[in-house]
């Protein structure tokens, strides 16, 4: 079984843009926690937005504008809400409940992330996980991908013993496979439990395992106890990853193959050396990731 390393509570939350209102769950400023290739989770807790009204005055969209990255991909889950992305390589799209955006960033685009016009019109409750995953140093200068995945096209596995269901978001579980195309082996298990079970995932003994909790309370390799808004990650080893709910629960499941390269950040870039975020920042200045059009 798969030791319990820490659980960890939200820490206090902060805006991107305006429209983002977010706990930063971990970043590769933690250098002490299992979480290769994970770089980042910003978790945007349910949050109610006023609704406003389009007519001739200024109608501004919450997000945040136009701003760069390099070196790994942004992978953002809409739990309620909608976001609408559009970047320099020429992706975009629109996401709502169900639906992922996984933006490889690459060698690097500019992009923005707003709440879609429908939703500011309407307003509602708003949740989104925002992850950064990390590309290996030999693609990190890879060509800028979208991939808009939709609800629909993400597989769903029931789990045995009426224990629960998961959401496939990338890699496998059972057999079910998700159609997301990653540069290395990540598994991203959007989990449902429900009340009175448990259920074992099997994991990789190489891969590291990250759980958020979105609802609920959650017992985790029988002993640890997680609730809502928590963070648990894992000691290296082992491949069981027991779970077990007195009633329902939401999970957010990570793992995978930890890249085990130097990560070197800084702000919207991450690479492997302090040289490689110079010429990023450079590259900004003489607009080598293009513009928004
Ligand atoms: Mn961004």
Do not use: C
Not at 66 to 72: A, C, D, I, L, V
Not at 177 to 187: D, G, L, Q, V
């Amino acid at each position: 079984m798969k030791k319990v390393a820490n659980v960890f509570t939200a820490p206090a939350k902060h805006w991107v843009g305006n429209g983002f209102h977010v706990a930063s769950m971990f970043s590769y400023k933690d250098k002490d926690k299992n979480l290769d290739p994970f770089l980042l989770m910003d978790y945007n807790e349910p949050k109610f937005f006023q609704g406003g009204r389009r007519d001739n005055s200024a109608f501004d969209l919450r997000g945040v504008g136009e701003h760069p990255h390099r070196g790994f991909e942004t992978v953002t889950i809409a739990y309620q809400g909608e976001v609408s992305h559009r970047d320099s390589y020429g992706g975009g799209g629109t996401i709502g409940t169900g639906d992922v955006q996984w933006m490889t960033a690459g060698s690097g685009v500019m992009h923005e992330e707003m709440h879609s016009e429908k939703f500011a019109k309407e307003g509602g409750l708003f949740e989104m996980v925002q992850l950064w995953v990390n590309l290996p140093s030999k693609d990190k200068m890879t060509a800028p991908k979208y991939q808009a995945i939709k609800s629909a096209d993400i597989p769903v596995v029931t789990l045995p013993n009426n224990a629960g269901s998961v959401r496939v978001i990338a890699g496998e579980l059972l057999d079910a496979k998700s159609p997301a195309e990653t540069f290395s082996a990540i598994n991203m298990w959007d989990t449902t439990m429900n009340a009175n079970s448990a259920y074992t995932f099997s994991v990789p003994e190489s891969h590291n395992v990250i759980i958020l909790l979105l609802d609920g309370t959650i017992q985790v390799s029988g002993n640890a106890v997680a609730r809502r808004g928590e963070l648990v990650t894992f000691e290296r080893g082992a491949s069981d990853v027991l779970i077990e709910a007195n009633n329902t629960a939401k999970l957010l499941i990570l793992t995978g193959e930890p890249l085990n390269e130097l990560v070197v950040g800084y702000g919207p870039f991450v690479m492997n050396s302090r040289e490689e975020i110079l010429q990023a920042i450079r590259d900004v200045k003489t607009g080598k990731f293009g513009r928004l059009g």
